[in-house]
């Protein structure tokens, strides 16, 4: 499986992941009518900042991804297995909004996780590090690429929240004392 440039690289991984990642959006936001992102958010936070800085690691994740190769070991099934479980996860969070016509979302995977889909995402590029690593320099930069992504979704999550708690106040509070953050087991 080890190409240096070509289609057994991490970049196909990558693609086909965020390609079902996006696909389901889409389809759960014409379904809703409106799109699960509340455009409000952008009234608490610069639109242009959270995108370049949640994007532009993204981008370098893939840019890398096309001379990385996939490897063919244990790593590989393993990082394979996290990447799935990462969109199924990601899958889940969406359609989880698919009928919710307003409000916080507190049903299906919700009830575990306040950010399932953050979750979905961070389980989703650990598996791309571990199906294509290996002692190189392109793993290295890929790892250190990942973890400035996940610093950007913490970043983004903490944003997200303050929004959240402004516009749902108590609710919100309330949703908070019972639900983690990421992972974690409900308090009843």
């Known amino acids: 499986m080890n190409c240096s440039i070509g289609w057994c690289n991490v970049w196909l991984f990558m693609v086909a992941g965020y390609g079902c990642i996006w696909i389901t959006m ?24 959270m995108m370049l800085l949640g994007q532009l690691p993204l981008v370098a994740l893939l840019a890398i991804s096309v001379f990385m190769p996939a490897g063919n070991g244990p790593l590989f099934w393993i990082g394979l297995v996290a990447e799935i479980a990462g969109i199924a996860l990601n899958i889940a969070a969406m359609l989880s909004f698919a009928n919710l016509q307003g409000g916080l979302n507190v049903s ?31 793993s290295g930069m ?47």
């Not at 889409?26 to 242009?48: F, S, T, W």
């Not at 953050?118 to 690593?133: D, K, R």
């Open 26 to 49: 889409l389809l759960v936001d014409r379904r809703r009518g409106r799109p699960i992102e509340d455009p409000a958010l952008y009234e608490h936070v610069n639109r242009k900042t």
């Open 142 to 188: 890929f790892l250190l690429v990942s973890l400035l992504w996940a610093g950007v979704i913490h970043w983004t999550v903490l944003k997200e929240e303050e929004f959240l708690a402004h516009k749902y106040g108590g609710a919100f509070e309330e949703l908070r004392k019972r639900v983690p953050r990421y992972i974690g087991i409900p308090v009843r």
């Open 108 to 138: 299906g995977i919700y009830r575990f996780s306040r950010n399932p889909m953050y979750v979905g995402g961070m389980l989703f590029v650990l598996g791309l590090n571990l199906l294509g690593w290996s002692c190189s320099i392109l």
